[in-house]
């Protein structure tokens, strides 16, 4: 019977099939961090049990963490509570934990494929919605809560029903300035919030595999914002390339063997999904969102639909957003741009932005952040020059977390002021209260900053 990628996946990690219910899935990698396991671990606790297989679990600090003066105590309560009891609970339940001042600490999206813990064929999840970033590997990965988080703990199995499959398939050759990013939110525009919901999605195409591996990732981070499940990509040369002599990917003969056994890794010819989209190539261009969620995007040089969107729900988005229908965005002026987040924070988005900015200086209009991934992608920054060429230009570099993406930090956009974001959520108050986010490319990004208001970066490459 031919199978598609996510069927393979999943029913090689079957446990248990449970009649008119879900399955139990066991769990290859298990990613934690300090916001939503402080709970688990006290369930478990309660229950005098152990963690199971605490060598599968990986933890990181990211998500509160301050940005600047990491080694430094932390100011804000809260965040010093929970990072603290992380390293508390790692301790006790003898679990890795790369925390602050770590030379792996980072986002936990971005160090898992750094690290060579993300691999074809695994079922990854974390207590986090953007765990579907791994799919990049052929990987199924999704998020869960906090009781599930609790569950794998105790047992490394998980207990889900099987999702329904979709493949969105992108052919053609992308067009100068279209990058990853306005590949998904042109996606997530046609699709909508909702298309996805009850799927997982694997994305082809020639144009899905034209991308780099850190492309690929912030296609299927943002799965997640279609409503889906999680997204995944066949694992291919440029996979394998990537993991080759990563720290926890198999080494010589034994990564010979692993990718022998990734390369089986796809989706059967004759395979049926419950839903297909596709689209071309070549009508993507750079894109921007206007309102409160990823899927009110357009294309840059578009305008705000008037056509028929005028419902109470779109009537209340343009208004928090100080935006109107048919309102065309190119020219408006913006206060602040965020270069970071597990969907952007890599080093292929930073050498985007540092090319793209050498030799100019962000308007005086514009505060711009860049806030690397993770330490690794912080030192290579410095190393490749990057650091010295954005600090020119004017852009505050700050240290490895989550920041402004979703402001349980320090990092906040204040109330009223615009922000071109390269994160994957434009929520109301999503990065502080009040604060009115615009999702858009590294590229786009650094056009705005060096420009001061929206523009085609198309115009300036």
Known sequence: MAKTLFDKIWDAHVVKRIENGPSVVYIDRHLIHEVTSPQAFAGLEKRGIPVYQPKKTIATADHNVPTINQHLPIKDQLSKFQVDKLTENCEKFGITLYGLNHPYQGIVHVIGPQLGITQPGMTIVCGDSHTSTHGAFGAIAFGIGTSEVEMVFATQ????????????????????????????????????????????????????????????????????????????????????????????????????????????????????????????????????????????????????????????????????????????????????????????????????????????????????????????????????????????AGFQLRQPGCSACLGMNEDKIPQGKYSVSTSNRNFEGRQGPGARTMLASPLTAAAVAVTGRIVDPRELI
Not at 213 to 228: D, L, P, Q
């Open 157 to 392: 199995c998980i207990m889900q029903p099987k999702a329904k499959k979709m493949r969105i398939t992108v052919d053609g050759q992308l067009g100068k300035g279209v990058t990853a990013k306005d590949v998904v939110l042109y996606i997530i525009s046609e699709v909508s919030t909702s298309g996805g919901t009850g799927y997982f999605i694997e994305y082809a195409g020639s144009a899905i595999t034209g991308l780099s591996m850190e492309g690929r990732m912030t296609v299927c981070n943002m799965s997640i914002e279609m409503g889906a499940r999680g997204g995944l990509i066949a694992p291919d040369q440029l996979t394998f390339d990537y993991l080759r002599d990563r720290e926890f990917a198999p080494k010589e003969k034994e990564f010979d063997r692993a990718v022998e056994k990734w390369s089986e890794l796809h989706t059967d010819d004759e395979a049926v999904f419950d839903k297909e989209f596709h689209f071309d190539a070549s009508d993507i261009e750079p894109m921007i969102t206007y309102g409160t969620n990823p899927g009110m995007g357009t294309k840059i040089t578009g305008k705000i639909p008037s056509n028929g969107d005028a419902n109470k729900s779109i009537e209340k988005s343009l208004s928090y957003m100080g935006l109107k229908p048919g309102e065309n965005l190119i020219g408006k002026e913006i206060d602040y741009v965020f270069v970071g987040s597990c969907t952007n924070g890599r080093i292929e988005d930073l050498r985007a932005v540092a090319e793209f900015v050498k030799g100019k200086q962000k308007a005086d209009n514009i505060t711009a952040w860049i806030v690397p991934g993770s330490k690794q992608v912080e030192q290579q920054a410095q190393e490749e020059g990057l650091t010295e060429i954005l600090e020119k």
